[in-house]
């Protein structure tokens, strides 16, 4: 199983969760642009997992392997592919989930008990019982581990054309972080951030989620939450209308992160509940430049950049591997049964999942940037 996104810059996702490695390829990439990969692992290193006690107890090292397109640290016209080894499996965790007591063993397990609110079942009947159930197989929040090892690249390109991506946790079971300013947020607030083991704004408000989640944990439970993304720098006029616009291409990107439920753009569903006079953002001129005195749009509207901050925000759902006992279906022997999910799994996906947002955030703006018709700043 592949996934591939992209118009310009076309990026390709590979592997299982418990396969010997996952990886990606990044096709369309202009050549000579210089790569620093010490950088891209930096970043690669806020979503590892197995750092703290509300992730995963997995420990994967996330070391990327570049198979081609870079020579001495630049880009070649080649595609650039890169490989992440999986060193720290437990497939025997996923036995019950194929009706085995402790192990699998040959042939290869077919699912029989699926987890609610998983793909088990879905890919089940897409599949024909044929796919990986380990790990999640190729429906993995593993695969985003690539998906990083991308997006660093592709911010980096960015950069250089003066385009910034920031994202912090927005909320967590109903705890808010600070809320940035939508014309002018405060960059270097932001980009501090990126340091953070836990990504708020708000310190104190990071700690009343973390124990949110411990309380979920500690219950045998999860929890989710929301993630916002903001990207700076972006010229006007950047997108098209309908099928092609600016949001249509960010949304594909975004619900390619597993748990992801919701996006919405700007003031998004609360926006929608107002009248005009109160969602419309009046135009100003500022130093010769038009701008909006407020923005309540994120940034786009027609499909198109307005050349103000580019804001959305993403809703990702409570993680469906819990230890609770949950109701199932023996789908061999076509009865209903009880399932509790054993093994490592995160009581919350939204800290770890703020660099995944980043991430996709990049490659489909870089995308964007790379289409001939393209404004560029």
């Excluded at 599949?127 to 990986?132: K, L, Q, R, V």
């Excluded at 967590?172 to 939508?182: E, F, K, L």
């Excluded at 989710?224 to 949304?251: K, Q, Y």
């Excluded at 390619?256 to 919701?262: E, K, L, S, W, Y």
Aim: glycine share 12%; hydrophobic share 45%; net charge negative.
């Amino acid at each position: 199983m592949s996934f591939t996104y992209g118009k310009n810059l076309k990026i390709q996702v590979f592997g299982q969760s418990h396969a010997a490695a996952i990886g990606v390829v990044m096709d369309g990439l202009p050549a000579g642009e210089e790569v620093d990969l010490a950088a891209v692992a930096a970043f690669m290193a806020r979503r590892a997992p197995g750092k703290n006690a509300l992730s995963t107890a997995r420990k994967e090292a996330d070391v990327p392997e570049v198979l081609s397109g870079l020579l001495d640290g630049h880009t070649v016209g080649a595609p650039l592919a890169a490989v992440i080894r999986n060193t720290d499996t437990r497939s025997a965790d996923y036995a019950n989930l194929a009706g085995k007591p402790d192990e699998f063993a040959a042939p290869a397990p077919t699912l029989r008990i699926p987890r609610p609110g998983h793909s088990d079942y879905p890919a089940f009947v897409r599949y024909g019982g044929a796919n990986d159930i380990r790990g999640g197989g190729a429906f993995s929040g593993r695969m985003t581990a690539p998906l990083c090892f991308a997006g660093g690249v592709a911010q980096q390109l960015l950069a250089r054309r003066g385009v910034q991506v920031y994202a912090h946790i927005a909320s967590v079971g109903g705890v808010c972080d600070a809320v940035p300013d939508a014309c002018a947020p405060d960059e270097t607030a932001l980009a501090a951030v990126k340091a953070k083991e836990f990504p708020v704004l708000d310190d104190a408000a990071g700690e009343r989620m973390k124990a949110v989640i411990a309380a979920a944990k500690e219950t045998g439970d999860s929890v989710g939450g929301s993630i916002r993304c903001i990207v700076t720098g972006l010229p006007a006029g950047l997108g098209a209308h309908m099928f092609d616009g600016v949001e249509n291409r960010i949304a594909a990107a975004a619900f390619g992160i597993p748990g992801v439920r919701g996006i919405e753009f700007g003031s998004g569903f609360a926006g929608c509940e107002g009248c005009g006079s109160q969602q419309n953002d009046p135009y100003t001129v500022e130093n010769g430049t038009v701008r909006t005195v407020k923005n309540d749009a994120g940034g786009v509207l027609g499909g198109s950049t307005t050349g103000m901050p580019l804001v959305f925000r993403l809703a990702l759902k409570p993680t469906p591997s819990i230890g609770r006992e949950q109701q199932s279906v023996d789908l061999a022997a076509g009865e209903n049964t009880v399932l509790a999910v054993r093994g490592r799994h995160d009581p919350c996906i939204v800290h770890r999942a703020v660099p995944v947002a980043e991430a996709v955030a990049a490659l489909a703006v870089l995308d964007l940037l790379l289409d001939p018709a393209a404004v560029w700043a």
